[in-house]
């Protein structure tokens, strides 16, 4: 009997059920790709970290003639491979080309396309997929690099300078490959890069690096132990080299902050994803309890013939289901094709394998949930519709009782109990999923466009991340000065109008030990000193140094310390060591070793004490808000060679997730679309009766209308009063937590513009929801449906 109804079903109503099976379709495809974006998203470092033997630290002595083999006999090294940075052009364009990343031993890519490098060869390397991109050049193209003579990079001692026409040889090299690692990936902030085969090195190492004896390298460093191994690591260094003041990159730590980067992006798109599945519940479960209801009031006739209700429930949840089946197929083949252009933002830069991807588990579990879901939802809707109308007494309003108290017009008065009063068996109606579809809608918009306000503001703002300054000038490098002295130079500078401070910096590293803790190299940077012109720092907790004996610390180095303000720390030098007291925490400089979270401020004194060299020597200028820092830099081009500040790589972290709260603000301002529109045309339907009788008693079309424009109204004003607060206080919060782990300064954001059209553009819409129903309301056949219900 159920295949036979189903048959019937299927020739009488198939248009029916093909709308019904695309808005399955559509909805299950959306959510399945959301979940399974997430999914994939979140998993994209681990994948690569497991293909690609990751470096666990980069070690940076800035040392010609750096003793590497010591750093290889220390216990734990599992791999070490030496690279440095060489001045030569590409096509014509200067860059810095890194050379001898030995793809055999650390950091060996994955092949996106092509293959890797000959290392036997010079002519042949490979590239990052931005390179592409950007510069237009792929797998099969050649670049001409053109080398400098070896003398030009040996005196060659300012790195922002312009480097001199290249005189070495000239080569063609053909791209093989694109590949990605985690060294070897694409940051927002970065220019793209070609990567040598090892070759180039072995032939033109002098062009590259410069004469024997005055070669800066570097190296990636592979521990046995992992991250847990860093701290012994580090003592160990001390005592091979002798040395304190090497510092590194802790890769590992930097895997870690990505990973939370990435855990962020995916909660944000899986948000997207429930956000997309509760208005498609509102949405396809409307749809389905229609057709349901529709069906059942036929199998009514085939239920006094003998057909039992089990019978007739199955033969009601037929049809949904297997739309739903149909739906849930069509919607898994859409998020296998959809797969090709996730996963997205920071995601994409570390996916091993990019394409179209299939998610068993997300495609096969969720699909079957989604089908269950619609199936049982027909079912209870079918067993409620054949159980019959309820006698039960509607829930009363204390809302509706003050209108009527007030002595309202009876338009406002039906409406407003339209909109609070769910009523009882055949006139109930979805009041509930109404209200919170209206707060739902008016909180999530809120909310998500206030923590996008806060994205944007950060994204753009580079203050938010410490960089107060503007332009750089470096006036020396690894213990020399070599542009002049430092200090007439930048007091020239501070003169112009346009800079509102200037700051003379050196850096160094310290060996800095909290307690009986590990010790740890850190970048310590010299501060403002006492009395000198202001400069503006970005501290989240006390002050910056005054006395020799304190010590700031940035977020990131304070937490791997386990120090607060207040503790003492032990640092040691070049010249000795000391008891530091923390006085604050705040955000550094960025710099060529160093994330502006990872460092510390000490005082020009507490410096001097501890060291007697530098790394780099840099005049940091702030600019004035609304001037053009190039145009300062161009002016002062005779005073000092300032060179362009450039965002934080966070910033631009920032920048991948800023449109998923807006996406994610419109899904839910689609389901409050879907409740509110699905209770203004249900209320005309259900409550035609009281409206018909209202209208025999003298009601008269434009009252009618005005019955659902207050229904609507009410509606919209639960949802701003409720809305309003809640989206702009849950967005802050949600804009603090991130603010904390990324971390940058917390400024609470404000959706101005949302705030002051929120409640005009809500009450349009609703009202223009309820324009047809309204219609409906005004054009009832009054002697019809009163016959009808009689």
């Not at 001409?144 to 005196?155: E, G, H, S």
């Not at 013939?305 to 949904?320: D, Y």
């Not at 309820?390 to 039906?414: F, K, M, N, T, Y």
């Not at 970005?538 to 977020?555: F, H, Y």
């Amino acid at each position: 009997m159920v295949g036979r109804w189903l048959v019937l079903e299927v020739r009488r109503r198939w248009r029916s059920l093909v709308v019904l099976t695309l808005l399955v379709a559509v909805s299950a495809g959306v959510v399945l790709t959301a979940v399974a974006a997430a999914r994939r998203g979140a998993g994209a470092l681990d994948r690569l970290l497991a293909q690609t033997r990751p470096a666990t630290l980069a070690v940076l002595p800035t040392t010609p003639g750096f003793d590497w083999d010591a750093v290889r006999a220390v216990p734990g090294v599992v791999a070490l491979s030496e690279f440095g940075s060489a001045p030569v052009e590409v096509d014509g364009e200067f860059a810095d080309l890194t050379v001898d990343l030995r793809p055999d031993t650390v950091e060996v890519p994955v092949v996106l396309a092509g293959r890797l490098p000959d290392p036997a060869r010079a002519d042949e390397a490979v590239i990052t997929p931005a390179y592409t991109e950007v510069f237009g050049t792929g797998v099969g193209d050649t670049v001409r690099l053109a080398l400098q003579d070896p003398a030009v990079i040996a005196a060659q001692a300012i790195a922002n300078a312009e480097p001199p026409e290249p005189t070495g040889p000239v080569l063609d090299v053909r791209i093989v490959g694109v590949v990605r690692s985690f060294v070897l990936s694409d940051r927002p902030t970065e220019t793209p890069g070609l990567h040598p085969s090892p070759g180039l090195l072995a032939q033109y190492r002098p062009h590259l690096l410069g004469p024997p004896g005055t070669e800066l390298l570097q190296a990636l460093v592979r521990l046995d132990g992992g991250p847990a191994a860093v701290p012994a690591f580090q003592e160990a260094l001390v005592g091979a080299t002798g040395r304190t003041d090497i510092s590194y990159f802790d890769l590992s730590a930097q895997h870690r902050k990505i990973g939370r980067t990435l855990a962020f992006e995916s909660a944000s798109l899986l948000a997207f994803g429930l956000a997309a599945l509760a208005a498609a519940t509102v949405l396809v479960g409307q749809a389905v309890a229609r057709h349901v209801g529709s069906t059942v009031t036929e199998l009514r006739v085939l239920c006094a013939l003998g057909m039992s209700r089990r019978q007739a429930t199955v033969a009601a949840v037929a049809g949904p289901a297997l739309a739903g089946v149909a739906g849930t197929a069509l919607g898994a083949a859409g998020a296998v094709a959809a797969s090709a252009w996730f996963p997205f933002g920071t995601a994409a830069g570390f996916e091993p394998d990019p394409g179209v991807d299939v998610d068993a588990a997300v495609l096969g579990a969720g699909g079957a949930a989604l089908v269950l879901a619609l199936a049982g939802g027909a079912a209870a809707a079918a067993r409620w519709a054949l159980a019959g109308p309820g006698d039960a007494a509607g829930r009363r309003s204390a809302v509706a009782g003050a209108a009527a108290r007030l002595g309202l017009p009876v338009p406002v008065l039906v409406g407003v109990r339209f909109a609070l009063e769910p009523g009882r068996g055949r006139s109930a109606l979805p009041v509930r999923p109404a209200l919170v579809g209206a707060v739902t809608g008016v909180l999530g918009v809120l909310a998500a466009l206030t923590f996008s306000a806060g994205v944007s503001e950060a994204a753009q703002n580079p203050a938010r991340f410490g960089q107060t300054h503007q332009l750089a000038s470096y006036f020396g490098f690894f213990g020399e000065d070599v542009a002049g002295p430092a200090g007439p130079a930048l007091r020239a500078v501070a003169a112009d109008p346009d800079v509102t401070g200037v700051l003379d910096v050196r850096d160094g590293v310290l060996d800095v030990r909290a307690g009986d803790g590990p010790a740890r190299p850190v970048t310590v940077f010299t501060g403002p000193a006492p009395g000198a012109p202001p400069f503006p720092t970005v501290l989240s907790a006390g002050r910056m140094p005054q006395q020799a004996d304190e010590i700031v610390l940035a977020p990131g180095t304070a937490q791997e310390l386990g120090a607060r303000p207040g503790d003492a720390l032990d640092a040691t030098g070049p010249l000795g060591g000391a008891r530091l007291t923390v006085t604050g925490i705040g955000f550094v400089p960025v710099g060529p070793h160093n994330f502006y979270d990872d460092g510390a401020w000490l005082s020009p004194d507490g410096y001097a004490a501890l060291t007697d060299t530098f790394r780099f020597h840099v005049g940091l200028v702030a600019v004035a808000p609304g001037a053009d820092p190039a145009a300062v830099a161009q002016r002062l081009a005779g005073v000092a060679e300032l060179a362009p500040v450039g965002p934080p790589y966070e910033a631009g972290l920032l920048r991948n997730v800023e449109v998923l709260p807006v996406v994610l603000g419109g899904f839910l301002a689609l389901l409050a679309v879907g409740a509110v529109g699905h209770a203004l045309a249900t209320a005309v339907r259900r409550r035609r009766h009281d409206v018909a009788v209202l209208r025999a008693l003298g009601m008269t079309r434009r009252q009618a209308r005005g019955v659902v424009v207050t229904q609507a109204t009410v509606l919209a004003a639960v949802g701003l009063l409720a809305g309003l607060p809640l989206g702009v206080a849950l967005g802050r919060v949600l804009w603090r937590v991130v603010a904390d782990i990324t971390p940058l300064q917390y400024a609470a954001p404000a959706a101005a513009l949302a705030l002051l059209l929120a409640a005009p553009v809500t009450v349009l819409v609703v009202n223009a929801l309820a324009a047809r129903p309204g219609g409906h309301a005004a054009r009832l056949r009054v002697g019809d449906v009163l016959r009808a219900d009689r």
